[in-house]
């Protein structure tokens, strides 16, 4: 079973009905005990760093995070992959969860659209087990106007933004982090979700 944590930060709907398409099991909470017995974690959000940080400490779950990721798989998508990092600098500097080392910061293009919306596509990086049965010309959806700054080892896969933009990290062991939003990206995005919980029920 996979826990979507639910700490009041949105997007939640959204990968709760993919995984019910994948016929994946899953469940929204924000109870320690729900998380502790997951098989696998996946932390969704949209909105602003500081706020949401705020709320998953009010809640009591930073902790909780950290301890569990380093046993099981975790996934952060889009807000959840920026929290993944050490720091962010939207609005206010602010401490992250620290599972990757970098940092995130607003997109540093002058001459695009910020936020960056729409679709683009992933340029492979590094080998990656949600990566698996993809393409070389797959095109994923992104919303957002803040961007991580880490090691290019921990880069899986990356798009063209007026620069390097990661679109997908993963630790190498349990974390992986995904700036788009795979439950909104068609057969591809289904495909990483399926590969996370394939992952998660140790069948991959």
Do not use: R
Not at 76 to 102: D, H, R
Not at 104 to 130: F, Q, R, Y
Request: charged letters at 20%; aromatic letters at 12%; glycine letters at 10%.
């Amino acid at each position: 079973m996979i826990a979507i944590i639910d700490y009041g930060a949105g997007n939640i709907f959204s990968v709760k009905n993919a995984l019910d398409y994948l016929g994946v099991e899953s469940v929204l909470t924000s109870s320690k005990e729900d998380i502790i017995n997951a098989d696998g974690l996946i932390l969704p959000g949209v909105g602003a760093f500081p706020s949401a940080m705020k709320m998953l400490n009010e809640k009591g779950l930073t902790d909780i995070i950290k301890e569990q990721s380093k046993k099981k798989y975790f996934l952060g998508i889009c807000l959840g992959m920026q929290m993944i990092f050490e720091k962010s600098f939207e609005f206010e500097e602010c401490q992250g969860l620290g599972l990757i080392k970098g940092y995130v910061d607003k997109i540093p293009s002058t001459d695009l659209i910020i936020p960056h919306m729409g679709w683009n596509k992933l340029e492979i990086l590094n080998d990656c087990p949600l990566l698996k049965g993809l393409g070389k010309d797959e095109y994923v959806y992104f919303v957002h106007s803040y961007q991580a700054f880490c090691n290019d080892k921990d880069i899986s896969a990356y798009c063209e933004y007026g620069g390097k933009v990661p679109a997908l990290v993963y630790d190498g062991k349990y974390v992986f982090g995904s700036q788009f939003h795979p439950e909104k990206s068609g057969s591809v995005g289904l495909n990483m979700l399926q590969n996370f919980a394939n992952l998660v029920k140790g069948e991959f």
